[in-house]
């Protein structure tokens, strides 16, 4: 940094210390707290993202949300070039930047960081951040202090998109850097149009044409509901209810796809009146989503379908269209290209999805919570089939695939058009489309599983029937200090503190076909604990006591 350029960062960081004894780390999204005290690490991150862009000369996003915590809380992720989210090498940069005690070592970080990088802070006019927020009230003024870090390198633009689901930031990152259209419109179209291709592909005469009617969505009273509105007025005629739009009610209060996949419960503004009804729950910011159908005789029961059956349902269509694409074609003239086919889970899912999908000839790799692992995994596969079971995922194609469905779409619309090797080339390319090859996105995601599920002619229950999900409970332990707990082998195993993991083995050799484990949130301040087994009971149990483990050997009364 020339003085110019330092004296500029100074002045605006003074504006923005940081709050005392408050210490954050960019975790398994980005940097969440509770709102009052995000001012100066949002502003720092305006920073990173500046750098960012400069470093990789591309558009980055900034996205001010915190997903499905309570309202009150907020945070900042990072969207990549490609879209995806930030670099895990940048990661301890930004862990360092947050932690600054003040302007002086801050700048000083970010001259050393910048040396190190080799980062061009002459050519600042070349960095671009498109800027986004949720509907959380404090959005507005942590999207002010993002703007303020952003242009404190001088010459770099934020460009302000308003309101927006996290998933549409990163698609419109991703598109800016493919020098793709990239405006809110073009999304809305480009989902519109894929999804129509769909389903004028629907074979004509199965059931399909008949099933289905309404699909009834909660938007957890966030941005994903008001976007649904709009996204609903393009489809014209697609039959949906959208509920807990965001025009009154809490955000992610006793709504949302976070509280109905760990509740196990129908959200607020649903109950018995809606039994048998297709229904779906987006989060806070519309990157997950799962379904849901209320139970007739209940207290608002429901049976839940989750990301591991999103991803199943996925999974067998894309397998569907990829042996019709094949059939009858022999080597000999070398147009069956045998894409590899790959689908990414983490621990959370539950064992009998795993078992459901492997059985079905699946191959299924596992990594830690988190999207970012999920993502690199999925991406090493031609198509590449990644799902949380809170429903946060998507579908990855290569560029070198994609490449080739292409041309040979092209050349079956010459000798065999409309043949079903040529729809279902079709198919998977509308499906390349239509879903959000960025990150997870509930709105595309819910427009996808209703077309699958209309082109197998599935009600929601047909669909929950392709396995049935092994009992399982989560519980979340509040501790005195979250990061002593490493985990080694996907998270399945802690290997510190010492004898935790011993304990908890014995705990579930108690339960038949017992699993569980423990892990520390990356976006809330407690320690989760996850177990499954044959009976419901012993799930619960299972959870309870490992739970009470978790607090004996870290809680408050441990030390
Ligand atoms: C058990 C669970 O659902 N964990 C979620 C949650 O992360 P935690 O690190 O568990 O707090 O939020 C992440 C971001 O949305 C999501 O990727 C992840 O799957
Ligand atoms: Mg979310």
Not at 36 to 46: A, D, E, M, Y
Not at 373 to 381: C, F, I, Q, S, V
Request: with cysteine.
């Amino acid at each position: 940094m020339n003085e110019q350029q330092r004296s500029i960062l100074l002045e605006s960081s003074d504006h923005f210390s940081p709050p005392p004894g408050v210490k954050l780390s960019y975790g398994t999204s980005g940097f969440r707290a509770d709102w009052l005290v995000l001012q100066s690490t949002v502003f720092r991150v305006g920073i990173l993202a500046a750098l960012r862009s400069l470093k990789t000369q591309s558009v980055i996003g900034l996205m001010i949300t915190a997903s499905h915590n309570i309202v009150s809380d907020n945070g900042i992720k990072i969207a990549d070039p490609t879209g995806g989210m930030l670099s895990q090498d940048w990661e301890p940069f930004a862990d360092a930047l947050a932690s600054a005690p003040d302007s002086q070592h801050l700048a000083q970080l970010i001259d050393d960081f910048v040396k190190k990088e080799n980062i061009p802070l002459e050519g600042a006019e070349s960095a671009e951040i498109l800027l986004g927020r949720d509907t959380r009230p404090s959005g507005k003024s942590l999207l002010e202090a993002a703007k303020q870090g952003i242009i404190s390198i001088v010459g770099a633009i934020a460009v302000d998109m308003g309101v927006l689901t996290t998933p549409q930031m990163h698609w419109m990152v991703r598109a800016r850097n493919k020098a793709m259209n990239a405006t809110e419109l073009d999304y809305f179209n480009q989902l519109s149009s894929s999804f129509r291709c769909l389903i004028d592909l629907i074979p004509q005469g199965t059931a399909a044409n008949k099933m289905n009617g309404i699909v009834v969505v909660d938007g957890a009273n966030g941005v994903g509901g008001e976007k649904l509105e709009a996204l609903k007025r393009i489809l014209n005629g697609f039959d949906i209810e959208i509920r807990n739009s965001g025009k009154e009610g809490v955000l992610n209060d006793g709504v949302g796809a976070d509280f109905v996949q760990k509740e196990k419960v129908a959200p607020r503004g649903f109950g018995p009146a809606d039994a048998g009804i297709r229904c779906a729950s987006l989060d806070g910011d519309a990157d997950r989503l799962v379904y849901f159908s209320v139970l007739s005789n209940s207290n608002n029961e429901i049976d839940l379908v989750d990301g591991d059956k999103i991803l199943s349902l996925f999974a067998l269509f894309i397998k569907e269209q990829l042996s019709t694409l094949n059939k009858n074609e022999g080597d000999k003239d070398n147009k069956c290209y045998q894409p590899t086919l790959g689908v990414v889970q983490t621990a959370y899912a539950n064992g009998a999805s795993t078992d459901y999908l492997k059985q079905s000839g699946l191959e299924v790799m596992f990594t830690p919570t988190g999207v970012k692992y999920l993502h690199e995994k999925a991406a090493e596969y031609d198509i590449g089939i990644y799902f949380e079971a809170n429903g946060h995922g998507t579908i990855l194609f290569s560029e070198g695939f994609l490449h080739w469905l292409d041309g040979r779409n092209s050349e079956l619309a010459l000798t065999s058009k409309g043949s079903e090797q040529q729809k279902a080339a079709m198919r998977l390319l509308a499906v390349s489309k239509l879903i959000n090859q960025a990150v997870g996105d509930a709105l595309s995601g819910l427009l996808l599983v209703e077309a699958i599920l209309q082109h197998m002619g599935w009600s929601i229950h047909k669909w929950n029937e392709l396995y049935h999900d092994l009992p399982s409970k989560q519980l979340k332990v509040k501790v005195v200090d979250r990061s002593v707990i490493v985990t080694e082998k996907a998270e399945t195993v802690v290997v510190r503190p010492l004898g935790i993991q011993e304990a908890i083995n014995v705990e579930t050799a108690k339960y038949p076909r017992g699993r569980c484990f423990v892990r520390p949130s990356g976006t809330e301040d407690v320690v989760r604990v996850y177990a499954e087994a044959t009976i419901e009971e012993a799930a619960d149990n299972l959870a309870s006591s490992v739970a009470r483990l978790v607090d004996q050997f870290l809680g408050f009364g441990s030390s």
